[in-house]
């Protein structure tokens, strides 16, 4: 694969960008919603304690997130994507 081809997968205009960073946020909430219940449970009544008393259920949640919201996630989404628009090109033909 050339690297015009390549730069040209990995591009995406930028309001599909945003849509393809929120689509992978809300994946990664959901896939760690276990995470964010126990988080939620330990600062619930708190407000600057929760900071030092909860660190343990946000650092669990914060590696939680990370598998679904890394670098190498996202260029995966837009890769996909550009194969789906190129497949509908390919069909308006």
Known sequence: MGYV???RENHV???VEEALRSKMKQKALKECDH???KYAEC???RTLSVVWHCRQQAKELN???HQYTNDS???ELKKNYMLEQDSKEG???
């Open 13 to 15: 205009k930028k309001k």
């Open 35 to 37: 995470y964010v219940a």
């Open 43 to 45: 600062a619930m009544g």
């Open 73 to 75: 996630v996202l260029e």
């Open 5 to 7: 081809q390549e730069a």
């Open 91 to 93: 069909n308006k033909i």
């Open 63 to 65: 590696q939680c997130l």
